[in-house]
């Protein structure tokens, strides 16, 4: 299964942001979908996850200020972001999280956050 991200852009400090994650088959046979991202000098970080079944989870670091959705009908997850800020500035990915494991990667999309 391949996994597109895109979406990001330059966006204001306290603005908005929904990247798209588009799926080449049904989102419900892939287990688990992550959203990660790497900022310069620093290791990927894994942002939030969704199951095949619509369960989410969200990372500490990104609580209250990121969501992760799905629509299925579009094979398409997505990843809004609020109160976004500069330090939130990066390449963005989403992965399943096996191929994540496996070292496995395709293109992000990068979010630039201007103070």
């Known amino acids: 299964v391949q996994l597109q991200a895109s979406g990001g852009g330059l966006v204001q400090a306290g603005g908005s942001v929904t990247l798209s994650c588009a799926a080449s088959r049904s989102l419900k046979t892939i287990s688990v979908i992550g959203w990660y991202r790497q900022a310069p000098g620093k290791q990927r970080e894994l942002l939030a996850t969704?199951?095949?079944?619509?369960?989410?989870n969200i990372a500490d670091s990104v609580k209250g200020r990121f969501t992760i959705s799905r629509d299925s009908a579009k094979n398409t997850v997505y990843l809004r972001m609020n109160s976004l800020k500069p330090e939130d500035t990066a390449v963005y990915f989403c992965n399943k999280l096996s191929d994540a494991r496996s070292g496995r990667w395709g293109q992000g999309t990068q979010v630039t956050v201007s103070s």
């Open positions: 969704i199951t095949a079944v619509g369960s989410t």
